[in-house]
């Protein structure tokens, strides 16, 4: 799209002003007294085929028992963090304690339920990109032939997608227009469940630091590590999670490259929606930085939580807070709020953003 944004479309879309609040078609039920910007913060979303509970924060069945399992994208209340002392799990040894016992974290997703009141236009032609703000959120299709059809796939907490139109869903209440980049199709979710991102929000991170003195390096020795210097400073330091060399794709490669390119939302896998909690299938990955051409990249992670060892395909996974700090960090900066892609205005500097390192 090349349509920018004017002052007079920013105030258009007013769906989350004050001033527009009075015209929400939501029934007053649908939000509770106080459950506006509810946090629960004590929730985790089992985000693989199963997670069991343990009697002891151990894996080791010599220690511990099982005392049962919980089932992909079941809901978990969380009573309290702890720390296990198996040394099979230095990597990664944080445990919940839960109803019955504790489960370990490496494939549980915090999750918090944040509803949204809905936007009441978005400029037509435009898009927007929007976060799931809740555990999981189910997506519908509509065609005049059908109508109204659930899908078979879930889109989950601290995802991001573009939205373009306000529909009345099957529900009679307002669901957001979504737009897949990968297949080109659309689905329909309901707005409380989204949380628009209006481009005047979103800031780049040091932007008048030289682009010869920003850097990311990357050890790939665990526990894994990501550190972005600036004039040789220290500004991030986290634990993310590389390739898991099973194929001749899935290794991260190592070597010096460029941020390339960079989507706030984007679709990996090959477009099967149908396929199976371990499949590659991910729609709707956060803030993602290309490093060498459209294959590996930086980006959020919404389908585990066990940073410092490897996990991905090749790209490197990191915590969605870190990735989107990432991306507004580092190189290219060029704003471009028409399609939210921070682009060059230099052909010179495409392909060449920030140095990335990745070693051993």
Not at 37 to 61: H, K, Q
Not at 104 to 123: H, S
Not at 193 to 200: G, S, V
Not at 246 to 271: L, R
Request: hydrophobic share 35%.
């Amino acid at each position: 799209m090349s349509k920018s944004f004017s002052r007079r479309d920013v105030l258009k879309l007013g769906g989350l002003s004050l001033g527009s609040l009075a015209f929400t078609r939501f029934a007053p039920s649908i939000f509770p007294s106080g459950f506006i910007n509810f946090d629960d913060a004590d929730l985790v979303r089992v985000a693989t085929t199963s997670v069991s509970v343990y009697s002891t924060p151990s894996l080791d069945l010599k220690k511990s028992t099982i005392t049962g399992t919980w089932y992909k994208d079941d809901l978990v209340h969380v009573y309290e963090e702890v720390t296990s002392d198996d040394p099979d799990l230095k990597l990664n040894p944080i445990w919940y304690r839960v109803w019955g016992g504790y489960m370990w974290r490496a494939r549980l997703q915090p999750v918090k339920t944040l509803l949204n009141l809905p936007m009441t236009t978005i400029p037509e032609g435009m898009r927007l990109l929007a976060e799931v703000t809740v555990p999981f959120t189910q997506p519908w299709r509509f065609s005049k032939a059908f109508g109204w059809q659930s899908l078979n796939f879930r889109l989950y907490y601290e995802s991001v997608y573009w939205i373009e139109e306000i529909v009345d869903g099957p529900d009679s209440q307002p669901w957001y227009r979504i737009f897949d980049d990968l297949t080109g199709n659309y689905s329909y979710a309901t707005a409380a469940h989204l949380r628009p991102i209006l481009p005047d929000t979103l800031n780049y991170i040091s932007p008048n630091v030289p682009p010869e003195n920003k850097r990311i390096d990357v050890n790939l020795t665990p526990p894994q590590t990501l550190t972005a210097y600036e004039n040789e400073m220290v500004v991030l330091r986290t634990n993310i999670s590389s390739g898991l060399a099973t194929g001749n794709h899935t290794t991260t490669p190592q070597g010096e490259f460029h941020i390339e390119d960079k989507y706030p939302s984007k679709h990996m896998g090959n477009g099967n929606l149908a396929s199976g909690p371990e499949d590659y299938e991910l729609p709707g990955v956060p803030w993602t930085s290309f490093f060498q051409g459209d294959a590996y990249a930086f980006h959020g992670t919404y389908w585990h939580d066990n940073f410092g060892t490897p996990m991905s395909h090749g790209c490197v996974n990191m915590r969605t807070a870190d990735a989107k700090w990432l991306f507004f960090w580092a190189n290219p900066q060029t704003k471009n709020w028409s399609s939210y892609l921070p682009q060059s205005d230099k052909i010179d500097d495409i392909g060449y953003g920030t140095v990335v390192d990745i070693h051993f």
